[in-house]
């Protein structure tokens, strides 16, 4: 059927039997129309990944679905099927005009990714409520709306609400909303469009600061120091420690606790800071990289066009000397005067790409040396900050086990004047229950620890191995693709001339 529809809609006359010929591909179709055709299901759409206007009116299409590839659609017309939820639209970020005319939509929702909406065609549907009109005010674009003959239409303030609540809309209906009515809806709802305003611009607020924290999120990941600006990793280290959670209570040992806390996330923080510091250097280095490889690109670009613009000067005024040339051994003399500039082009282009390929090479090797030694000093000096985190948490584990065994004595000497919590006294059986559970915690800490090392440090390796990959495989793809390129045009060239000898000769 899509193969039929298309070379229905192709080109016609001449140009449709050629294209009936050689097949039209799908991807290329930018229009397609497949209306009244009893479509039940939306199908096989994939390949169509260019297209920009979508007809499928006029079916019994009761799901909208299969429309993820067409990214490019502008115009999609649904109208007058059996749908009853809005859906499957995600992707369709270009879309501009939707007509859902004549279906069994009781809701406007899931229409969020249709940032360029500005017609949108509801009518004859089964919505109901006139709070689908707030929903609507997302849509900056949206300038045309059509609702009638929905139950909300027959409401008394129907035209007047959506005037007020949608400002910048001009057609309603298909009916242009002329400024004294807007003035007349903005009044009688000022109260409450004020109250909405404010409500909406806190939210604004709200997805503002998320977004600048997940933009800042994602700069501290690229620096691969995410949570070590804080607490996190220290409160990591207690999560799943429930022995360490039950001897905080212990006398003394609140204190001990926040004076570690307090050291430890302060090299935490030298370890955040040193992080972003090196990303930065990093990214200078590669933004210099960058710059000198596109500047030596460029300049061996512009003596290759120099080269060739001279050539072809010569060459040009070499043919037209052949063609009015009458002597055969004069033709055949200047023909191969031409294929020597031809070879002599040919090698002048090859040597500047070796030249170019040597002097990325140096360049390339420069970089990768510079960047290794970077991330490998990035990652000694953080091993050492590690180390001084593990250090704390040495100390705080020998200073807390010579307090739970001071307890342990207290409580079987009967000396202990405090009351401990149910959980902490079941430690206290004997000294190797504590010392296990202090043991336990001890480890959970240092697991931690070295987890988030660890990660780090396989995190940057992997990134320095992919970028350096990456650079390697793009000058060799940037290699084969120019010297592919020299002999097509050395080709180009000589074909050319090829032509030229043998039409001289025969004529």
Same mark, same amino acid.
């Given at each position: 059927?899509?193969?039929?529809a ?5 080109p016609?006359?001449?140009?449709g039997?050629l ?7 799908f991807k290329?179709?930018l ?20 297209l ?14 299969g ?12 109208s ?6 809005i ?8 879309l501009?005009d ?13 229409l969020d ?9 509801l ?7 006139m ?14 709306l059509s ?5 909300i239409?027959? +409401? &008394? !303030? ?6 007020a609540? #949608? @400002?910048?809309?001009?057609? %309603?209906?298909?009916?242009?909303? =002329?400024?004294h009515?807007k ?5 009688k ?5 004020d ?9 604004q ?7 600048a ?20 990793l220290?409160?990591?280290?207690? +999560? &799943? !420690?429930?022995?360490?959670?039950k001897?905080?209570y #212990? @006398?003394?040992?609140?204190? %001990?606790?926040?004076?570690?806390? =307090?050291k ?5 923080v030298?370890i ?10 990093r ?6 990289f ?5 500047e ?18 010569k060459h ?7 063609? &009015?040339e ?12 031409c ?7 040919f090698d002048?282009?090859m040597t500047?790409e ?13 970089f990768?040396r510079?960047?290794v ?13 590690m ?6 948490e040495?100390?705080?584990h020998?200073k807390?086990?010579e307090i739970?065994?001071s307890t ?34 001890h480890?959970?800490h240092?697991l ?14 992997s ?9 390697h495989k ?6 084969r ?5 020299i ?9 050319e ?11």
């Open positions: 059927m899509l193969k039929l298309v070379g229905d809609q192709g016609q006359e001449e140009a039997q294209a009936k010929q050689e097949g039209i591909l290329d179709v229009s397609l129309q497949l209306d009244f055709r009893n479509i039940l299901r939306i199908d096989n759409l994939w390949q169509f990944e260019n920009r206007k979508l007809q499928l009116d006029n079916n019994i299409i009761e799901k909208i679905e429309l993820e590839n067409l990214a490019h659609l502008v115009w999609l017309d649904l007058f099927n059996n749908i009853e939820t859906e499957g639209l995600d992707t369709l970020v270009n501009e939707l007509s859902l005319f004549n279906n069994r939509i009781s809701k406007i929702d899931s990714a249709l940032v360029k909406l500005q017609v949108l065609s009518g004859n549907n089964r919505i109901d409520n709070m689908n009109i707030i929903y609507l005010r997302r849509f900056k674009c949206l300038r045309t609702l009638s003959r929905n139950p239409s027959e +409401a &008394e !303030d129907y035209k007047m609400f959506i005037c609540y #949608l @400002p910048d809309l001009v057609y %309603l209906d298909y009916r242009r909303i =002329d400024d009515t003035k007349l809806a903005e009044a709802h000022q109260y409450s469009i109250e909405l305003k404010h409500r909406e611009n806190l939210m607020a709200q997805l503002e600061d998320e977004q924290r997940r933009e800042e999120l994602e700069k501290h990941k690229t620096a691969f120091v995410e949570h070590l600006n804080g607490s996190f220290f409160d990591s280290m207690y +999560a &799943e !420690d429930s022995e360490g959670n001897l905080s #212990l @006398p003394g040992v609140g204190e %001990l606790l926040e004076t570690y806390k =307090d430890f996330v302060i090299i935490c030298n955040f800071e040193y992080g972003l510091k090196q990303q930065e250097k990214k200078t280095e590669l933004d210099t960058s710059e000198c490889v596109h030596a690109i460029q300049e061996n670009q512009e003596q290759g066009k120099r080269k060739i613009a001279k050539f072809e000067e040009l005024s070499s043919l037209s000397a052949i063609r &009015e009458s002597e055969l051994r004069n033709i055949e003399k200047m023909i191969l005067e294929s020597a500039d031809i070879s002599e082009l002048a282009l500047l070796m030249q170019l390929v040597e002097q990325l090479e140096e360049t390339i090797n420069m990768e510079n960047i030694d970077m991330v490998g000093l990035f990652i000694e000096n953080v091993q050492s900050l180390a001084q985190c593990r250090d704390l040495n100390h705080h020998e807390l086990l739970s065994i342990l004595e207290k409580i079987v000497e009967g000396d202990l004047g405090e009351d401990l919590p149910n959980d902490l006294r079941a430690l206290f059986v004997d000294k190797d229950t504590i010392v296990n559970a202090v043991g336990a915690s480890d959970i240092l931690k620890i070295d987890n988030r090392e660890d990660e780090l440090v396989t995190r940057i390796n990134w320095c191995t992919r970028l350096i990959d990456k650079i793009d000058e060799i793809m940037r290699n693709k120019r010297v592919k390129e002999n097509q045009y050395i080709d180009h060239m000589q074909s001339l090829d032509n030229l000898e043998c039409g001289d000769i025969l004529d």
